[in-house]
């Protein structure tokens, strides 16, 4: 075992090999704590770990610690915090199995025994990092796991309706901003919660920021997670003219929104439905105008058309009535001048 050395700040380090490069240079790994002994401890257990991987040891929930630690500086906030929950909360239940001789049939059980538990999606998002983990620690070992079938949303999409009354009793509230800037944006609650005075010109919102929720629960701001995110959108005049000349537009977080937005709701006397909602209203108002679908995931931030698909499907669905109505009306009037002819 190696040695930690006392440094100059009273600290102890202890290093050990860990690789040689394409030159010949010898790398090693260092472990600095404030004693001896927890240097020399922090230091065997690494080794203890690759040694333990190198065998084909490794557990299923080391494997998945590991998967997620190796991608922190890529993987954003939400990625990890995600992650990390899914981790914990379900992959626990089989962590301690070994990834060189985990089978496809306990794979298989697992999954079965969450099936009930939680949505087709997040069974779905369980899988996949599974899968991520399995992939990258027995690269040969390929699932094909039976999965739940996948859910039509349902989703409620508001209509001018209920997003003018919204607004009349949003108005000169601390939400009124946000209505707006996702109803006809349509922006995301991180995406507004993010946005600064000096992103906006003119009419024209560059969205190229989100506040997100990182893995210590803090709100931090990043760059979007897709490069459809970034984009600009031009805003009608009564719009601007609301909005802050200077620092941020809105001192609310994320979860703020939701919560109040609720409470509004209740107070519109209007049956609730989520905040991001607003969005899809946005998308069902400019579909019904004929916008193309191309400018209207532009103006969205939507990086495929597999969403608006289902909101138009949705939207499709609330004018069933009408829609119907008008079809038998007509088979009606031929029936009746038929009848007296």
Known sequence: MATAKKLPSGSYRCQIYDYTDDNGKRHYKSFTAATKKEAEYLATSFKLEETATAKGNLTVGKATEQYINNRLSI?????????????????????????????????????NSIA??????TIRNIHGLLNAVIRTYRPNFALKTDLPKKVQPDIHIPSDDEVKQLLTYAKGTELEIPILLAAFGPMRRGEICALEASDINGNIVHVKNAMVKAPDKSWVIKAPKTYS?????????FVIDLLPEEGKITNLHPNMITDR??????????????????RHYSASILHAMGIPDKYIM??????????????????????????NKRINDYFESMQHE???E
Do not use: C
């Open 75 to 111: 993987l954003s906030p939400t990625t990890v915090r995600t992650y990390t929950g899914i981790a914990n909360n379900q992959i626990s239940k089989i962590a301690k199995l070994r990834i060189d001789s985990i089978t496809q049939e306990q794979i298989q059980v697992f999954i």
């Open 116 to 121: 009930g538990t939680v949505s087709p999606k």
């Open 229 to 237: 995110s970034d984009r600009y959108i031009e805003f009608p005049d």
């Open 261 to 278: 937005f609720a409470n509004l709701l209740k107070k519109a006397g209007l049956k609730h439905f989520r905040f991001h909602d607003l």
């Open 298 to 323: 532009e103006r969205g931030g939507w990086s495929t058309s597999s969403t608006l698909k289902t909101v138009y499907q949705h939207t499709m669905r609330g004018k069933n009535k009408e829609i």
């Open 338 to 340: 038929i009848q007296h």
